[in-house]
């Protein structure tokens, strides 16, 4: 589990370098298209693609990561039983203090 969290952190850390590497095209926050260096980073057509399908191959390892953990952690939640269930919590009555009279 611990590997699957290491990897999740790597690939979420390789999304975001991925999507910060792409061209703004379409101003979504009003910060793309004006600029002078960010633009000329990319400028051919095949990078662009590239890197687009890059994104879409990284979201899907991210989603499908996502899923084995949350399979992987339901499964270790059902497995363990509950503390009610066992039998070390069943206590008997206290005894009774004797008194002699």
């Keep these: 589990m611990v590997i699957l969290l290491v990897l999740q952190a790597l690939i ?3 999304l975001i370098s991925v999507i910060l590497l792409q061209k703004s095209e379409g101003g979504g926050l ?4 004006g600029g002078g260096a960010s ?3 990319f400028t051919a057509r095949g990078a662009a ?3 687009t399908r890059l994104t879409a191959i990284l979201a899907g390892v991210f989603m499908f990561n996502c899923l084995l ?3 992987i ?7 363990q039983s509950s503390f009610l269930d066992t039998e ?3 206590q008997e009555a206290p005894a009774q203090p004797t008194t002699d009279k």
């Design 88 to 90: 070390s919590t069943q």
């Design 49 to 51: 693609n590239f890197l």
């Design 30 to 33: 009003g910060l793309g298209g």
């Design 39 to 41: 633009n000329n980073v």
């Design 12 to 14: 979420a850390l390789a």
């Design 69 to 71: 953990m949350s399979i």
């Design 73 to 79: 952690a339901s499964r270790q939640i059902h497995k």
